[in-house]
């Protein structure tokens, strides 16, 4: 007699059980890394859209102003005293131009920060060593981005005229 046997064996299930397991957690992990990465570079982004939103508003205020009160302190980046060739205020340009992350300026002296009046037509706004910084720590670093900068308009020197 030969018996008909119709199913699997408990060695088949747990053969298909320890596949199934191993190709499970392969796509986890990869799916786990690739998150963790685009979270990353997702803060990155944010942070160097962040630099360019500033230097732009920056670059429009240097170019618009005869002199102007440049603050960068740790929470916020802003611009006061902004004034035309007549000594009149134009109040588009006073204002907070960021407060949504940390900034420094490394190399502004004994301070890490900013706050002094720039004269466009007799200096450049130079902030070599500017950064953004993400107020999110993750695993206790902080993420920044540096943006080194220049902004320059023609320089004009107050001469006498001949007489």
């Not at 916020?76 to 035309?84: H, M, P, Q």
């Amino acid at each position: 007699m030969h018996r008909q046997e119709d199913g699997m064996t408990l060695v088949e299930v747990l053969a298909v059980l320890v596949l199934v397991s191993l190709v499970t957690g392969i796509i986890w992990s990869v799916i786990s890394i690739a998150t963790k990465f685009n979270i990353s570079e997702t803060s990155t982004l944010r942070l160097q859209q962040e630099a360019n939103y500033i230097i732009a508003d920056l670059q429009q205020v240097h170019r618009h102003c005869e002199s102007y009160q440049l603050t960068i302190s740790r929470d916020e980046v802003s611009v006061a005293e902004c004034k035309n060739e007549a000594g009149q205020y134009l109040d588009t340009y006073n204002k907070v131009v960021s407060d949504q992350f940390h900034y420094r300026y490394e190399n502004s002296g004994t301070s890490p920060y900013v706050n002094r009046t720039y004269r466009p037509q007799q200096e450049n706004l130079e902030l070599p060593d500017f950064a953004v910084i993400d107020p999110v720590k993750k695993g206790g670093r902080e993420k920044a981005v540096t943006v080194p900068t220049t902004i320059t308009r023609y320089l004009t020197e107050q001469r006498q005229a001949p007489k």
